[in-house]
T-cell receptor, first 117, second 110 residues
Framework: GAVVSQHPSWVICKSGTSVKIECRSL??????MFWYRQFPKQSLMLMAT?????????EQGVEKDKFLINHASLTLSTLTVTSAHPEDSSFYIC?????????????FGPGTRLTVT | GNSVTQMEGPVTLSEEAFLTINCTYT??????LFWYVQYPGEGLQLLLK?????DKGSNKGFEATYRKETTSFHLEKGSVQVSDSAVYFC?????????FGAGTILRVKS
């Protein structure tokens, strides 16, 4: 099956610093990549949708200047959490999607645990 | 709007018990439906999917049938194992976005 990787798998950073998370589709080209945030014992909250070469579309309530998304190619998207604060601590999950022959296919990365101290 | 409702958990079962996790949806048209599983500390894995009414998705002993008349996509497994303990998410696709249910925690005891 299709594989999506994320790096790093976990990161600890100090308040005020920025952190970059990478999302790669390893064996397919993704039309679209998505970034989600998941709080403990809760469902996934879609943060933004990005298409290669264009600006990301952010969901309501998500600060675009805080969560910078760059979709450099059909296999790579990055999420940068700028000026991180403890409330940004969370589990961030990306997914990569494409339209297959018969249906829409979306595959998820393993997630990145961010802890801001 | 488009939404997914799952039964609340946690669901606690003994090994080899029968599992049902209910999922109903509200949507415009007939979206594709999915079940995803999330093991502790990991991302989501696609468990199974169905793209049209009466389709049955199946994988690893799990099954779900797309029921248009009841707008449901209940997940079932005849005999659960301890290794099935995880969080299960029902979802539909709207445009190019997945809409998730709240997730149901499954705990299987040996």
């Amino acid at each position: 099956g299709a594989v999506v990787s994320q790096h790093p798998s976990w990161v600890i950073c100090k308040s005020g610093t920025s952190v970059k998370i990478e999302c790669r589709s390893l064996d397919f080209q993704a039309t679209t990549m998505f970034w989600y945030r998941q709080f403990p014992k809760q469902s996934l909250m879609l943060m933004a949708t990005s298409n290669e070469g264009s600006k990301a579309t952010y969901e309501q309530g998500v600060e675009k200047d805080k969560f910078l998304i760059n979709h450099a190619s059909l296999t790579l998207s990055t999420l940068t959490v700028t000026s991180a604060h403890p409330e940004d601590s969370s589990f961030y999950i990306c997914s990569a999607a494409f339209w297959g022959e018969r249906s829409y296919e979306q595959y998820f990365g393993p997630g990145t645990r961010l802890t801001v101290t | 709007g488009n939404s997914v409702t799952q039964m609340e958990g946690p669901v606690t079962l003994s090994e080899e018990a029968f599992l049902t996790i209910n999922c109903t949806y509200t949507a415009t048209g007939y979206p594709s439906l999915f079940w995803y599983v999330q093991y502790p500390g990991e991302g989501l894995q696609l468990l199974l999917k169905a793209t049209k009414a009466d389709d049955k998705g199946s994988n690893k002993g799990f099954e779900a049938t797309y029921r248009k008349e009841t707008t449901s996509f209940h997940l079932e497994k005849g005999s659960v194992q301890v290794s099935d303990s995880a969080v299960y998410f029902c979802a539909l696709v709207y445009g190019n976005k997945l809409v998730f249910g709240a997730g149901t925690i499954l705990r299987v005891k040996s």
